[in-house]
């Protein structure tokens, strides 16, 4: 693969823009994650961001919630272009896995994701 | 009454509908009118996956919807009727007297709309429709969720 994946977070409200700062400040890795927010969009306009977001380039869409207008876009969006997956549920530990791991497919990028994820969500002793 | 909420909200089915409205009420089932969605399995698809397995989602077309309101009306279950724009709303008040009151949930900013609200941006055409729609005995008013006030349509169109 000859240029690296991009991962796109579409949230609603801020949680996106805060979680590239979370993972920019963790890493040190700046530009392999986008932010997009559903603030004052209609479906229209969330997939003009989405566009502008991702372009023509494979990417990983990351989402926040496995329904509404940030999924609907999303998958909507993906249906339509080639090389993009989509993951729900998206939280930091996936994200940090992500961003040092994209030189892969989308399929398997998000794959990878959702078990990096998945790994972090646990109950530990109080 | 099991139509509990009658709303425009060009986002239809999402997080404020499911979740801020649809606790709340106790909703189980949502219907969503529009012409296109009807059409389309793949659309209806991506908007099931949208709801919990307890909520189920109905797709009409303008005139399914005028014809099987009674039906839903008589519902023992509590629902919520969607449809995505104005003039979809105007469509289904022409065709059925039942839709007595109107929420404006979400319209979003594009060309040729002004914002009237955070979550409400209308054109001209828009404004006089609604102001059409009360003028005709709906109560249209505004709110995005159920905390908020319900804004008379005098104070945004």
Redesign the interface.
């Known amino acids: 693969m000859s240029e690296p994946l991009r991962g796109v977070i579409v949230s609603?409200a801020a949680i996106a823009q805060a979680l590239v700062s979370a993972v920019t400040v963790i890493t040190g890795i700046d530009g392999a994650l986008v932010p997009i927010s559903?603030e004052?969009?209609?479906?229209?306009?969330l997939g003009e961001r989405l566009r502008q977001a991702v372009g023509e380039r494979p990417a990983v869409l990351f989402v926040d919630?496995?329904?509404?207008?940030c999924?609907?876009n999303s998958?909507?969006y993906a249906?339509q272009h080639a090389d993009i997956a989509v993951v729900t549920g998206v939280n930091l530990a996936m994200l940090l896995d992500f961003v040092f791991n994209r030189g892969i497919p989308p399929a398997e990028a998000a794959r990878r994701a959702v078990e990096a994820g998945a790994k972090a969500i646990r109950v530990t002793a109080a | 009454m099991s139509i509990a909420l009658f709303r425009i909200d060009d986002r239809l089915i999402h997080g404020q509908v499911v979740v801020g409205w649809g606790q709340p009420l106790d909703c189980t089932f949502i219907v969503l009118v529009d012409d296109e969605v009807r059409e389309s399995d793949w659309e209806q698809d991506l908007y099931r996956m949208g709801v919990p397995p307890h909520i189920e989602i109905i797709f009409a077309s303008v005139k399914e919807a005028a014809e099987r309101l009674p039906g839903w009306e008589a519902d023992a279950r509590i629902g919520i009727l969607l449809v995505p724009d104005i003039d979809t709303a105007v469509a289904l008040v022409a065709k059925t007297d039942r839709v007595k009151r109107l929420n404006v949930g979400g319209i979003h900013h594009r060309a040729g709309r002004t914002e009237r609200l955070r979550f409400v941006y209308l054109t001209d055409d828009e404004r006089a429709k609604l102001r059409q729609l009360a003028a005709g005995g709906v109560d249209v008013t505004a709110q995005d969720v159920p905390t908020a006030r319900a804004i008379p349509l005098g104070e945004f169109a």
């Open positions: 609603h559903n004052g969009c209609d479906n229209d306009a919630l496995p329904g509404g207008s999924l609907t998958i909507r249906k």
